[in-house]
């Protein structure tokens, strides 16, 4: 059986539902007890119309459901409403599920949460896992959502926006547990982009598959993060790339220029660049100033600097960085690697240290300590400076 | 089985034998702690005995409830702190003697110069929640 066919189809079976009177919670239950029945009597090659039989499924567990704890007037009612069974588009309810899923008055928490569940159909259990919390507590929290969004009608138009968030963390996540989310997301991007023409979808579409692309070589077989400048641009892959790139090209010919079409042409600049020395920094620059202009956003101006340091040099990108907030995150380490690039190891040994005690995850904590190893090994060996690390 | 909490301790803790700050060993001597540290928790799973492992940054702030209507005070970080928690691995073992044999395999990390770093950790048993089920019989 193809449990990603399966998966699939979850966001337009739970619109028909929608749409035929069930309320978004029961639904939504309701598709994924058939998504679990289908999952146990389904044949290797599923049946022939995978989504009626969902439906049909799907229906039942829902008027099966309410029958238990409602008033069997209400199901009656929607038995006679139920629609005559025919051709069904699927494309503007699927879209739906999306916008409500992701809807603003959701914490993004809940909305990604939500979003795996109704329009990725994963179980509570895969998204628990994939983010190490306590499966009852993931119930929790997808059924507070979708009590939060029960009241917004199904039919009002959404924000793309809010939704390519929800979608941009879910990719943010990598790969966590028995599920790749950042597959995920790749998957409900592209399924978003079929049923929405819209440049900004395309553009986080585009940079997705350009970072995704690049995944093999990022971490060494110990686990250990490897800098873009010394991936192994061999093992990039290029199939992804130039699909990233060919998405991208289309969506900037449209002239709407958005933050995540400008992010994606940064991600193909060091794509296309066949070494890291050979990068086109000055069109990067020029990229991320466009960022700045579309989003003044700190975060911005720090990778802005970093990008300046290697087109115009590291006093350049020092005077860069200077007028921003030390606390940023990632500001140590940007100083401390241009510190380095001008000569100043002791500084950028220092300051890798400091970087190390402030860095998020342990992945980046530990290359940010390897990298003050080094500067300290290359200045003459250990016992030199003063003491500010830690063992694990 | 019993859950012990192994503590390690950014400051607070006797000091290790091979006591060198991580930036002041090689690269290489950084790759073999971690790998050692991740081997652990992979056979500790293997053996059906790890429960968790977490590493905690090493600033952090302290709060309190300042009465009702008003916000929690922040505070802190304090330089003064005589305990700073660096991180724990919780294992769920048989025996008292067990959770000390793994949290002595546990210190002999390798550290610089690839010697093992003889890091002081503490071993804490959890409380139950629950009390047995066979009750005491001599109260």
Known sequence: MDEALLRSLTPSVLGILVRRGADFAAAEDAVQDALVEAVRVWPADGPRDAKGWLVTVAWRKFLDASRADTARRRREDLVDEEPAPGPVTGVDDTLRVYFLCAHPSLTPSSAVALTLRAVGGLTTRQIAQA???????????????????????????????????????????????????????????????????????????????????????????????????????????????????????????????????????????????????????VQIVEWYDELLRLTDSPVVRLNRAVAVGEADGPRAGLAALAPLDASLPRYTAAEAYLHERDGDLPTAARLYAEAARKAANLAERDYLTRQAARLNMSMGGRGNGPGSGSPR | MAKYLLLKHYRGAPASVNDAPMD??????????????????????????????????????????????????????????????????????DSHERAVELAGELSAAPGAGGKPIHEWLEVRPFLGAKADTTECTFK
């Not at chain 1, 790749?180 to 940079?207: F, K, M, N, S, Y």
């Not at chain 1, 940064?266 to 296309?272: F, I, K, Q, R, S």
């Open chain 1, 131 to 281: 983010y190490l919390v306590p499966e009852a507590t993931m119930a929790q929290r997808i059924s507070r959502a979708k009590r939060t969004v029960s009241d917004v009608r199904f039919d009002q138009p959404g924000d793309v926006a809010t939704v390519l968030r929800v979608l941009y963390l879910v990719f943010n996540e990598g790969y966590s547990g028995d599920v790749d989310l950042a597959a995920e997301a790749i998957r409900l991007t592209r399924q978003l982009a079929a049923a929405i023409d819209h440049p900004e979808v395309a553009g986080l579409l585009a940079l997705m598959l350009l970072h995704h692309a690049r995944r093999a070589s990022r971490t060494a077989p110990d686990g250990s993060l490897v800098p873009l400048a010394e991936q192994d641009r061999g093992r990039w892959d290029r199939t992804l790339i130039a699909e990233g790139i060919d998405i991208l090209q289309a969506a900037l010919a449209r002239d709407r220029l958005g933050e995540f079409q400008a992010q994606a042409a940064v991600a193909a600049l060091h794509a296309d660049a066949p070494t890291a020395a050979e990068t086109d920094w």
């Open chain 2, 24 to 93: 002041q060993w090689t690269p290489e001597e950084i790759s073999a702690h971690v790998q050692y540290m991740n081997d652990f928790a992979a056979r500790l799973e293997k053996t059906g005995e790890f429960v968790d492992s977490q590493a905690l940054a090493p600033e952090g702030s302290w709060v309190r409830y300042d009465g009702e209507g008003r916000p929690p005070v922040t505070d802190g970080p304090f330089a003064e702190t005589k305990d700073l928690i660096a991180g724990w691995m919780v294992i769920d073992v």
